[in-house]
């Protein structure tokens, strides 16, 4: 399987590249790539500033297809994808929960996508997809339809109730993100 990293967001409220927060003396993209390497054969950073990223040891691309927010990283991530599956996180999720990523990839069997969903909806930056989805997501994004959810309708879906989700994590926590400095006192 390949873990997808997504780090392509402008930074407009942090100030600064997210990927580089440190939380507890560690950068969130340092303990993501972590817990990525314990889980997945093939990582992939999908970005808009490759250079920014030289001293990491992992596959980095660039979109594919500029200015299509997250949907065309994604798109970009599993079309460099070398396994058949995928998991995708943002680089601004601090708080990933390993062994919940390990429980979503053991159902993937007979889906092309596996996602969280919470009382705040789906987690689709949380999510496993297949490749796949690639042709739905490309008809997607040609169109200008750049929500991902809308490709779920059309994909072999399973999604992860909340009862299960707190199982891992009561709080939720797994799916923070760090957009502003003000999240960081959420941690």
């Avoid at 997504?6 to 600064?16: D, E, I, Q, V, Y």
């Avoid at 590249?17 to 969130?28: L, M, R, Y």
């Avoid at 042709?135 to 879906?157: A, E, Q």
Wanted: charge should be negative; hydrophobic fraction near 40%.
């Amino acid at each position: 399987m390949t873990g997808i990293i997504l780090s392509g967001g402008k930074n407009t409220r942090m100030g600064l590249n997210k990927a580089f927060v440190e939380i507890g003396g560690e950068k969130i993209l340092d303990r993501t790539i972590r817990i990525f390497r314990e889980l997945f054969q093939e990582i992939i950073l999908v970005t808009n500033s490759p250079l920014d990223y030289l001293d990491y040891d992992i596959r980095i691309v660039a979109d594919i297809i500029k200015e299509k927010a997250a949907l065309g990283g994604l798109y970009t991530g599993l079309f460099y994808a070398s396994h058949s599956h995928a998991f995708v996180s943002p680089c601004d999720m601090p708080c990933l929960n390993k062994d919940f990523i390990e429980f979503m990839i053991e159902r993937i069997e007979n889906y092309d996508i596996v996602v969280p969903e919470t009382a705040g909806g789906l987690e689709s930056l949380h999510a496993i997809y297949s490749r796949r989805c690639i042709p739905i997501m490309k008809r997607h994004v040609d169109r200008g339809d750049l929500k991902i959810n809308n490709i779920y309708k059309k994909s072999r879906t399973l999604t992860i109730s909340q009862d299960v989700i707190k199982s891992f994590d009561p709080e939720e926590r797994m799916f923070l993100n760090v957009n502003s400095p003000e999240d960081l006192h959420h941690l």
